[in-house]
């Protein structure tokens, strides 16, 4: 297989490593005073609707999703001799040890009939730069049936088309699906990781792509707020 050009690849001894990095030890974590955190009272009072049964909790639940800032990624899949693909967000860890993805795909979707038949996917996390990229894979550019016409992609370990040019990829194999309601969670091993150095990932938030989210300023300041939610 050809080497991904501007990605590292990392070997099984690395894979962890290299998708997810380490946390700072908890001594080097600067004091939880020293940590500039805004107050919840600067953003204004949170609203709860008190209407009773009458209230949607449907279109609220979708309302605050719009608050979950997510890397915007896309998922490929293939089965055979056919390739597709999709953007999403729904992608998270599941597990260090074995190395562990899940994916969530709806189950109207081209995508989740390839990764349920073929039992496999990679999943690519997006460039700043790549929202037209994004926006292809969304289905929303008009008269771009065929998703990968004129992109440079590989073959991976597992047979998934790997996009050359992203921030990172991790290739998996489905290790198991779970329902859920009108998505499945695709659980997956992860086989091979390729990764950028440097590069600053697409964001999605509010409904909108954006290019900076200032939850950390460092990586030392995101390693101080997650040791402050495991301590």
Do not use: W
């Given at each position: 297989?050809?080497?991904?050009?501007?990605?590292?690849?990392?070997g099984?001894?690395?894979?962890?490593?290299?998708?997810?990095?380490?946390?700072?030890?908890?001594?080097?974590?600067?004091d939880?005073?020293?940590?500039?955190f805004?107050r919840?009272d600067?953003?204004?009072?949170?609203?709860?609707?008190?209407?009773?049964p009458?209230?949607?909790?449907?279109?609220?639940?979708?309302?605050?999703?719009?608050?979950?800032?997510?890397?915007?990624?896309?998922?490929?899949?293939?089965?055979?001799?056919?390739?597709?693909?999709?953007?999403?967000?729904?992608?998270?860890?599941?597990?260090?040890?074995?190395?562990l993805?899940?994916?969530?795909i709806?189950?109207?979707?081209?995508?989740?009939?390839?990764?349920?038949e073929?039992?496999?996917?990679?999943?690519?996390l997006?460039?700043?730069?790549?929202?037209?990229?994004?926006?292809?894979?969304?289905?929303?550019?008009?008269?771009?049936?065929?998703?990968?016409?004129?992109?440079?992609?590989?073959?991976?370990?597992?047979?998934?088309?790997?996009?050359?040019?992203?921030?990172?990829?991790?290739?998996?194999?489905?290790?198991?699906?779970?329902?859920?309601?009108?998505?499945?969670?695709?659980?997956g091993?992860?086989?091979?990781?390729g990764?950028?150095?440097?590069?600053?990932?697409?964001?999605?938030?509010?409904?909108?792509?954006v290019?900076d989210?200032?939850?950390?300023?460092?990586?030392?300041?995101?390693?101080a707020?997650?040791?402050?939610?495991?301590a």
């Amino acid at each position: 297989m050809n080497r991904v050009v501007g990605i590292e690849r990392g070997g099984n001894h690395t894979v962890v490593e290299a998708a997810i990095g380490a946390l700072p030890p908890r001594s080097s974590v600067p004091d939880a005073q020293e940590q500039r955190f805004p107050r919840v009272d600067e953003a204004g009072p949170i609203r709860r609707d008190m209407e009773g049964p009458s209230h949607d909790v449907a279109d609220e639940y979708r309302k605050a999703m719009r608050d979950l800032a997510a890397s915007v990624t896309i998922v490929t899949t293939r089965c055979g001799n056919e390739i597709h693909g999709m953007t999403a967000s729904a992608v998270c860890c599941v597990s260090l040890t074995p190395p562990l993805l899940l994916v969530c795909i709806a189950k109207s979707t081209r995508t989740h009939r390839l990764i349920a038949e073929g039992g496999v996917f990679a999943v690519h996390l997006l460039l700043q730069a790549q929202r037209d990229l994004a926006d292809r894979f969304a289905g929303r550019l008009i008269g771009c049936d065929e998703r990968f016409n004129g992109l440079a992609y590989d073959h991976g370990m597992t047979g998934a088309p790997v996009l050359l040019d992203c921030l990172a990829f991790l290739e998996c194999r489905v290790t198991a699906a779970h329902d859920g309601g009108d998505h499945t969670i695709f659980i997956g091993s992860v086989e091979d990781v390729g990764r950028r150095e440097g590069g600053r990932p697409l964001i999605y938030f509010q409904g909108d792509y954006v290019s900076d989210v200032a939850l950390a300023t460092s990586t030392t300041e995101r390693g101080a707020y997650v040791a402050g939610l495991s301590a």
